[in-house]
């Protein structure tokens, strides 16, 4: 679970430490205290996307840091080779500079913000507001079921081969031309092929050319640079040069080397200065004769480089690239020209590949027709239990209207039907559900959702839009019940279920020194009785208060009620 939350130096945050608990916390506020920032930070030690807007006024940088314990194992801790540290406490840590570089560490140890999400995934999983349009968009309505049934392993199945269909359709449509266009796609190609194969390219031919042309400009001040160090190694005709002088130096060392063990030292030096000098003045000779060039050499090696030019603008930015240019021609001209026999044998893994397909694609759509049965179960158990006890919810599947019935996402097209109200028929969600209807309906899949997975804290960010009275209560008593299995973290401006939370949190603006400022406080009784008078009437009258701690022995008497069933 989340267990300590630091911020510092996010929005209107300057710095504040939040010490979650197990169970229901409930964090509360006016609109606009800082609520969001609460659950942004969060985010961003999720691995979530960041901006250095988020830095606040006159800070250099921003960071948030959380302390997780008591976590289950993830499959992000095997794959990484890495996890909680002997104490079993995970710290997870990330800065956002002005600059907009990220730094992001796990127990100290660096990590992408990639991975960071990866393992943020595994950790939390927030339901915010924006859910409940995702709810209206059936687009999404396929994707929850398939959490739901977890049918990870058959769509993977079936994308495999569906994948391998398309890919061989589309070999197929290529060679599937009429006769007129066959005719003039060999014609280019053939064209295309001769030309580059007339070039007789060479793999590194142009930067070799490359670097003779500048030889070959700078001809004449390079003979004379090594002209000149040959001379002044051997003297040339007109007198001793450097080797002969060191020779000389050898012999008149070695013969005082007689009388002196110093001299005879030295003398050794000279020779191998010798020998060194001789074997340079052997690489400056080499190196002579490749200076060497013939009259219209230079004109020869432009107009050759020209040509490699023009032909790397046509088919590509090197002669390594034209090279596998010029292959792709030859394998394409050779499909057109044997056509018929590719054609044959396309069809017929085609239909090999098809049949696969729609083979994996049945066993997936019938794997999430059984899904939608108990899934339509569970959410209208949940539904009545939030206050919804009439309402019809219902998976409706359609053929997908594409060819051979099925594209990347299967053979099903899916969307979720509901009816409120006894006697009306099932409609689309889109249609006929309201605020408060869409934030339970919302509530109950995640709820179930939740259950296919291992994340120990669930965040709720007013997730509550729409719904009063009798409904409110049923959602907070929803909320508690789903925090007696994980940790739940809810920002709500209901009483009724700020009432519910076994920790309170307020989060209140204020000013100090010119400078606006967020703080959250962890309230007692007497400060919670206080925070709900305000939730229910806006101000803290006896009467508002009287009612306050009304709520809060209704929720105790119900909490107490819910462990002793337990």
């Given amino acids: 679970m989340l267990s300590l939350l630091h911020i510092e130096n996010i929005a ?61 194992p993830l499959p992000w801790f095997e794959e990484q080779g890495t996890g909680p540290d002997e104490n079993g406490e995970l710290l997870i840590e990330r800065s956002i500079q002005a600059d907009g570089k990220n730094a992001c560490r796990v127990n100290g140890r660096p990590l992408l913000v990639t991975q960071l999400r990866e393992l943020g995934q595994q950790l939390v999983n927030v339901h915010g507001q924006h859910d409940g349009q995702q709810l209206l968009d059936e687009e999404c309505h396929l994707g929850y079921l398939d959490s739901f049934g977890r049918t990870q392993d058959s769509f993977a199945d079936f994308s495999g081969a569906y994948a391998q269909v398309r890919e061989l359709r589309r070999e197929r449509d290529q060679l599937r031309m009429d006769d007129g266009e066959k005719a003039r796609r060999m014609d280019t190609l053939t064209y295309q092929i001769e030309e580059l194969e007339s070039a007789q390219l060479r793999e590194g031919e142009d930067e070799e050319l490359s670097q003779r042309r500048e030889v070959l400009r700078n001809a004449e001040r390079l003979t004379d640079a090594v002209d000149g160090a040959w001379q002044a190694l051997t003297g040339g005709e007109e007198g001793d040069g450097a080797v002969s002088l060191l020779m000389e130096a050898g012999n008149r060392l070695s013969q005082g080397g007689k009388y002196s063990g110093d001299l005879q030292e030295l003398a050794e030096r000279a020779e191998q200065l010798r020998c060194d000098a001789d074997d340079l003045a052997e690489l400056v000779r080499d190196l002579r004769g490749t200076l060497d060039f013939y009259p219209g050499e ?59 397909a729609v083979k994996l694609g049945e066993k997936l759509s019938a794997q999430r027709h059984k899904s939608a049965e108990e899934l339509a179960k569970r959410i209208q158990a949940e539904l009545k239990a939030l206050d919804m006890p009439k309402v019809q919810f219902q998976v409706e599947f359609s053929p997908k209207d594409a060819p051979d019935g099925m594209d990347a996402t299967g053979m099903d097209t899916v969307r979720f039907l509901m009816s409120a109200n006894v006697g009306e028929a099932l409609k689309p969600i889109n249609k006929i559900a309201s605020g408060g209807e869409l934030s339970r309906i919302m509530l109950a899949l995640k709820n179930v959702l939740a259950e296919t997975e291992q994340v120990a804290t669930l965040i709720f960010d007013e997730v509550d839009t729409g719904v009063s009275g009798r409904a409110a209560v049923k959602v907070a008593r929803k909320l508690f019940e789903v925090s007696r299995g994980r940790q739940v973290l809810c920002v709500t401006h209901l009483p009724q279920i700020a009432a519910m939370g076994d920790v309170h949190f307020s989060v209140e603006k204020g000013e100090a020194d010119g400078r606006t400022f967020t703080q959250v406080e962890r309230l007692d009784r007497d400060r919670r009785k206080e925070e709900l008078a305000r939730l229910s009437g806006g101000q803290t009258t006896a009467v508002m208060l009287e009612g306050a701690e009304e709520l809060l022995a209704t929720a105790e008497d119900y909490k107490t009620g819910a462990k002793k069933k337990k």
């Fill in 298 to 356: 230079l004109d020869e090696l432009e107009e050759r480089l020209d040509r490699l030019y023009r032909l790397k603008k046509k088919y590509g930015g090197t002669v390594a690239e034209m090279l596998a240019y010029l292959e792709k021609c030859r394998q394409e001209l050779d499909d057109i020209q044997f056509s018929e026999d590719r054609l044959n044998r396309l069809d017929k893994e085609l239909e090999k590949a098809l049949s696969k």
């Fill in 12 to 72: 209107v945050i300057s710095q504040a430490d939040i010490t979650f608990g197990q169970g229901f916390n409930v964090l509360t506020g006016e609109t606009g205290a800082g609520k969001s920032i609460v659950i942004d930070s969060i985010g961003a030690i999720m691995g979530e996307r960041t901006s250095r807007d988020l830095i606040r006024t006159g800070a250099k940088a921003a960071r948030v840091s959380a302390l997780f314990r008591d976590l289950p």
